[in-house]
Nanobody, 115 residues
Framework: QVQLVESGGGLVQPGGSLRLSCAAS????????MGWYRQAPGKQRELVTT???????NYADSVKGRFTISRDNAKNTVNLQMNSLKPEDTAVYYC?????????WGQGTQVTVSS
């Protein structure tokens, strides 16, 4: 059974930082493209960032220079370091694991950026 479990969300002030983690089980983690998506209230889920099995990364323009994705294949985890957070970063953040044609999702973790 595949499980993706996110952690690290919470409430932070604008300009602050958070680090999200996603622990994966039930998959051969190292061969999957891992990613983070987010969904704000009333909006569609959108891509934040991905990291391939080879370590190549891709970022949405809105988070470039502020967010950093990393993976630890020994621990089956993918992390998202979020700096200089803005109110518009407020959303539920979802971890994903992709290996064509399958995509698995975590349950999501809430990130709220507010003063």
């Amino acid at each position: 059974q595949v499980q993706l479990v996110e952690s690290g969300g919470g409430l932070v002030q604008p300009g602050g930082s958070l680090r999200l983690s996603c622990a994966a089980s039930g998959i051969t983690f190292s061969i999957y493209t891992m990613g983070w998506y987010r969904q704000a209230p009333g909006k569609q889920r959108e891509l934040v960032t991905t990291i391939t099995s080879a370590g190549s990364t891709n970022y949405a323009d809105s988070v470039k220079g502020r967010f950093t994705i990393s993976r630890d294949n020994a621990k089956n985890t993918v992390n998202l370091q979020m700096n200089s957070l803005k109110p518009e970063d407020t959303a539920v953040y979802y971890c994903s694991a992709k290996l064509h044609p399958m995509t698995y999702w975590g349950q999501g973790t809430q990130v709220t950026v507010s003063s």
